[in-house]
């Protein structure tokens, strides 16, 4: 047992100081850094030029409402695409290939994707090309160094992680209990509803939180396609650390936008437990 037990130690320390060197160390000095003032003493002065700014706030608004489209956006491609590969497509050829399609973009540079997307969207890309001939618009669409550019690169990097995730658990549910449904007078709609979409919140909700701290943290993606117009936390913190050398308030921004992103996530998680409904009492006789 006791050799069991140290084999298990030894096994364990292994990760476990990995996380501590390259994790939690240097988090623990991001965060000290933060509480730095300029001159070198303890304060919150950079807590204060964070907060003080209607630039910063609104750059950190801005990141995290591109998340919140990118998420929105990922899960209505994302849960039908999963529906579709778990619950109508039969083939297994074709649900393979049907992985295959999804998970290959995974396997392509980020930066790759982003120019991708801007030779679609440019002023002469496929999609104006496409709607000038058809004559929808007479004047090219301003589709690039906007919000919506990010939106739609963000979402095309992120819908694999939800179509992933979601399908997961679809492929988990055991279908007897549609099927169950469907024998007691359930229609498709009410079995989805009240079975097959209950039981695969789980997917729905590691997805979410997948897509949402990526989106977040992204980097490559926003600054390729806004331009420079535009600007996220990502790109902010990266500014005060390669260009300006602020490297105290670059860890103010960090710890904010960490911090920012764990409350919401924790509001995310709360909302969506199940309350306690409390007993029926039943009617005195």
Do not use: C
């Not at 750059?59 to 994302?78: C, E, N, P, Q």
């Not at 778990?86 to 992985?99: D, K, P």
């Not at 709609?189 to 590691?206: D, E, M, N, R, Y």
Request: charged share 10%; no cysteine.
């Amino acid at each position: 047992m006791d050799l069991d037990r140290r084999l298990a130690l030894m096994l364990l320390a292994a990760p476990v100081l990995f996380i501590l060197a390259f994790f939690a160390v240097p988090f623990g000095v991001v965060v000290l850094e933060s509480f730095h003032t300029s001159d070198g003493a303890w304060g919150l002065s950079q807590y204060a030029k964070l907060f003080s700014s209607w630039f910063y706030l609104e750059t950190l608004w801005f990141t995290f409402k591109i998340a919140l489209w990118v998420t929105a956006a990922s899960f209505l491609i994302g849960y039908p695409l999963a529906y579709y590969m778990t619950r109508i497509v039969t083939s297994r050829w074709l649900r393979r290939l049907l992985y295959i399609i999804v998970i290959t973009p995974l396997f392509t540079s980020n930066i790759v994707r982003s120019f991708g997307w801007m030779i679609l969207l440019g002023r002469r890309g496929l999609v104006n090309d496409t709607l000038l001939a058809t004559s929808m618009i007479d004047q090219p669409l301003q589709l690039l160094s906007n919000e919506l550019s990010i939106v739609i690169g963000m979402t095309y990097i992120m819908t694999p992680f939800m179509v992933l995730t979601i399908t997961a658990v679809l492929q988990n549910i055991d279908t007897t209990l549609e099927v169950a449904a469907r024998d007691l007078g359930a229609n498709w709609l009410t079995t989805f509803t009240k079975v097959t979409f209950p039981l695969s919140l789980p997917g729905v909700v590691a997805g979410t939180l997948i897509v949402f701290t990526l989106t977040v943290s992204a980097y490559v993606t926003p600054s390729i396609l806004s331009g420079g117009k535009k600007t996220v936390m990502s790109m902010l913190i990266f500014q005060q650390y390669a260009s300006i050398f602020d490297f105290r308030f670059g860890a103010t921004l960090s710890v904010a936008l960490l911090i920012t992103t764990l409350l919401l996530i924790t509001l995310y998680r709360l909302a969506g437990k199940p309350r306690a409904r409390k007993p029926e009492q039943g009617i005195p006789t």
